[in-house]
């Protein structure tokens, strides 16, 4: 993953996913007071909407995409796919999904996170693009595996020549779960660490485990079909960055949310 990026006072992170554009931002550049400061994507989060739209301008703008054209989701925690053909409604959700596809050059998928995992995936032949919101229920529920195959079905992708980034989320460095989330892991085959000794677990008085979710995304895409060296991660924890990132575990309920986005340019050969 490259490094982060200023542009035009907007911090990103931008993944090689060409021919598509794509990016995942960080908390600085916007017009959110704290303690949504300043370039909270949310419409959710508690903050001022107009606020927000204005960050979403505000990112439209600088990275040179219609902010009219995004294609956003009432993001449930699910493993829902919307197939996006740019003639959705331009003002508000197109319904409970966690994940989108399209092959439409200038239609924007972008996905919101605070902790969990959004990921990014092209296919450089067709083209065609997918964005992916995951929480641990989403890993479980495979979401990223789902987005997979609507790029398949509705495209005729090939999963193994798909590439995928996935962006700052929470690490198992700040990210501890309790027996049920350990267990629903275990069932799905997932990988997590071992019981830990952690501040949190001794006050309680029982275990607590800790959770790797880049490393189960990769399971997910792997075991969807994508090449290990298909994959890339930015590695950042966002618990421990607060300089950069949003962190529902570290501040809250009363905290923004970053994005990743994808599209593909409108110049785009299909």
């Known amino acids: 993953m490259p490094p982060v990026e200023t542009v035009n006072d907007l911090v990103v992170l931008r993944p090689h996913l060409g021919p598509a554009e794509a990016a995942f931002t960080a908390r600085a550049g916007g017009v959110s007071p704290p303690p949504y400061a300043s370039l909270n994507l949310g419409a959710g989060s508690g903050d001022d909407p107009a ?89 479980v529920a495979d979401a990223p595996g789902a987005a997979v195959r609507a790029l398949a079905r509705a495209y005729g992708s090939r999963p193994g020549a798909l590439r995928a980034a996935i962006g700052p989320c929470i690490g198992p460095c700040c990210y501890e779960v309790d027996a049920p989330v350990a267990e629903r892991f275990a069932e799905a085959g997932l990988p997590f660490a071992p019981p830990v000794a952690t501040p949190s677990a001794a006050r309680e008085g029982r275990p607590r485990w800790r959770l790797d979710l880049v490393a189960a995304v990769r399971r997910r895409l792997e075991a969807a079909g994508l090449l290990p060296d298909g994959i890339e991660a930015a590695g950042l924890c966002t618990a421990c960055r607060g300089d950069l990132f949003f962190s529902h575990r570290r501040d809250g309920a009363r905290t923004g949310r970053q994005a990743g986005v994808i599209w593909l340019p409108e110049a785009t050969e299909r």
């Open 51 to 139: 606020r927000v739209a204005a960050n979403g301008r505000r990112l439209a703008a600088a990275l040179g995409f219609a902010y009219e054209r995004v294609a956003r989701l009432r993001q449930v925690h699910g493993a829902e796919v919307a197939v996006v053909d740019g003639t959705e409604p331009a003002s508000g959700p197109i319904g409970e999904y966690d994940a989108a596809v399209t092959d439409r050059p200038g239609v924007v998928l972008l996905v919101l996170a605070a902790d969990c995992v959004p990921v990014l995936l092209v296919d450089p032949a067709r083209p065609a693009v997918g964005a992916v919101h995951a929480g641990w229920r989403g890993v």
